[in-house]
């Protein structure tokens, strides 16, 4: 990619890609799909293990990436939300992990390669399906499911792959735990002091407010989260999932005025119906994050569940030729 993310920020507003699993449902693959030939005989079911498909089904991962090229995204994810050995436990395939983050990002290298465009290839680092704030077990409020060291040690073998594949940017995301997210934080300062001679990564941080109180699951205020996370000199702090963009609008404006980096915004395509599916347009998404561009809340804007290239595309349209929202001047004490 020429000239840094660093740069662009400060021309214009930048479009991140939408969901992922939203586009792995469109092709309706059955378990045989998700197994490929190397994983025929597994000893468990792994139909819904999307990170899989990075290694079994990986023309299918490097399309997806492709139509949100066309879109007109400047910034696409990595398919490595679960692509750690704690997640990729409910498969027994735990040995996986760093394989499967290296797969993921060589796909979306070839994407950009195949496509033409230029843009970022950020390695997605999910929030984990265990955490270090809430106990599992309503009768043992003291009891955790993993340790800090191992949280920092599934996320070190997922940061070596990231960058062994090719990714440019860390994007530690949908965090609803932000002890989980300073381990990841953690892994990567480890990484580094491991291998000083790494190409050095900008990293993404994107919190999840999960009701209307304005908290994190593990029950942060949003000022809170981003002191939390605000040592690791992110790139951008942000907010996704969860909300659709019209309950995340006052959230994305308080951390507007709060935020010494860039911000970042993707939500969801509204609420999910009934039925757990997303029914707001792409034009509707498109409509609110205008209105976040017009107000000078964002620097980086794209989709979450339920969204698809239609969504990213017409949000491109929109904020294309708006000002990005400019970096508060810090008063040094």
Known sequence: MAGSIREALQQR?????????TMIQRYKLAEADYRGERFKDWHCDVKGN????SITRPEIITDIHKQYLNADADIIETNTFSSTAIAMADYDMQELAYELNVASALCAREAIKQ???????AGAIGPLN?????????NNPGYRAVTFDEVVAAYYDQIRGLVDGGADIFLIETIFDTLNAKAAIFAIKKFYRDHPDAPKKEIMISGTIT?????TLSGQTLEAFYTSVAHAKPLSVGLNCA???????QHIAELSHIASGYVSA??????????GEYDEAPSETAHFLEDWAKEGFVNIVGGCCGTTPDHIKHIADRVKGMQPRALPVMEVI
Do not use: C, F, H
């Open 266 to 275: 993707y939500p969801n395509a509204g609420l999910p119906n009934a039925m």
């Open 130 to 138: 265990k955490t270090l704030s809430l106990s599992p077990d309503v």
């Open 50 to 53: 999307n990170d899989l498909l």
């Open 243 to 249: 909300l659709g963009a019209k309950e995340m609008r």
């Open 211 to 215: 009701d209307a109180s304005g908290r």
């Open 115 to 121: 496509t033409g465009k230029q843009a970022w290839v």
């Open 13 to 21: 507003i930048l479009v991140i890609d939408g969901a992922m699993g």
